[in-house]
């Protein structure tokens, strides 16, 4: 993939093959991971979309659907397949102050 990984990009994501309770086949992703480690490693970290729009607040609603931060998950860059947007900045302080409270709190 030659372009630049920003974290709160979106890219379709083929997140198959999975296990259990996983969640499957090439859905849009959020990057999380922060941009120095998107240049540096082989991986980024993502939380999936999904348009099951349970009211919990790990689960963060943007425009396209909600952000399952319940299902966060490093991934190999060769499983990103299409740059499909960027979150909004008042999306991405709401997923920052979710994921502080998931795991730093």
């Not at 709160?8 to 994501?13: E, F, T």
């Not at 082989?42 to 399952?68: D, E, H, Y």
């Not at 397949?81 to 409270?101: A, M, P, T």
């Amino acid at each position: 993939m030659g372009t630049k990984i920003k974290q709160y990009d979106i890219y379709w994501v083929k997140l198959d093959p999975v296990e259990g309770s996983e969640m499957a086949k090439t859905r849009p992703c959020v990057v999380i991971s922060p941009d120095e480690m998107n240049g540096f490693l082989n991986t980024v970290i993502i939380a999936p979309l999904t348009s099951n729009l349970k009211s919990v607040f790990w689960r963060v609603q943007i425009s396209t659907g909600m952000v399952a931060l319940d299902h966060v998950r490093s991934i190999a860059k060769s499983r990103l397949v299409n740059h499909i947007g960027r979150l909004q900045i008042s999306e991405i302080h709401e997923i920052k102050s979710v994921l502080k409270e998931i795991f730093v709190d």
